[in-house]
């Protein structure tokens, strides 16, 4: 059953939640590049110095939260939200 389970979530989540189209960099992008370097889906290109998405992605949220402006956005709900790192918990030489 657990197979069966996945299975139906897994096609739902592939179907309906993998759309890329809600990101967008704001104004505080400085076209660092780190968003496009560090996606596991490759599916961030820099074009004319600002990041674009492509259809669709993991939703992993790295770039979202690694963006070391803060500017990327989901849509209108992320505006001003905190974002999260592992960053500040590792030891110095390994950030
Ligand atoms: S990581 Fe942030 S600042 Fe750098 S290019 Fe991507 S959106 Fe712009
Ligand atoms: S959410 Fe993850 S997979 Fe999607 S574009 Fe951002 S880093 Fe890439």
Redesign the pocket.
Known sequence: MAGLKSGIVNYGFNRFARSAKPFF?DD?????????ASCPASA?T?KNG??AWAAQCYQCLR?IN????Q??QYGKRTAGRRRYSIRGYLPQDEQ
């Open positions: 960099a505080g992008c400085t076209g660092c590049g780190i968003c496009a961030i820099m600002r990041p770039c690694e963006c070391p402006q500017a990327i």
